[in-house]
């Protein structure tokens, strides 16, 4: 099977801001974006099934430096440390979407009677 995979990354629409939060060097910060929903998207080539997920995905801060962080008002995009890490994300999903598609070409289907007209 062949499958096509894709990533959405939401970041202009749908972002959890939380109004003041510790970061990496224990500085705490105001403004700071600490989840993006991601949509991960999995079509199976022959078939077309589709499977996906699209959570909240949280943004680690462990790494991140007051001289680093860039104020909520003044970001431009998403910052490309957090983008790497939703990426990863997306990565880790491709697995068990193909897994599920794989389950739903085998599982029993519900059907219609043959003999109920």
């Keep these: 099977m062949s499958y096509t995979h894709e990533l959405t990354i939401l970041s202009d629409s749908r ?6 939060k510790k970061i990496g060097d224990g500085s705490t910060q105001e403004n700071v974006v600490e989840s993006v929903v991601c949509r991960a998207k999995c079509t199976d080539d022959e078939t077309g099934e589709v499977a996906s997920t699209d959570p ?49 070409a085998v599982a029993s289907k519900e059907q219609a009677a043959p003999w109920v007209a």
């Design 15 to 20: 972002l959890r801001v939380a109004p003041s």
């Design 56 to 104: 909240w995905v949280a943004i680690d801060l462990t790494d991140l430096t007051a001289e680093d962080f860039v104020a909520f008002d003044d970001l431009t995009g998403l910052p490309a440390r957090a983008k790497t890490q939703l990426e990863a994300w997306g990565e880790e999903q491709k697995a068990g979407l193909e897994s599920q598609l794989a389950a739903r």
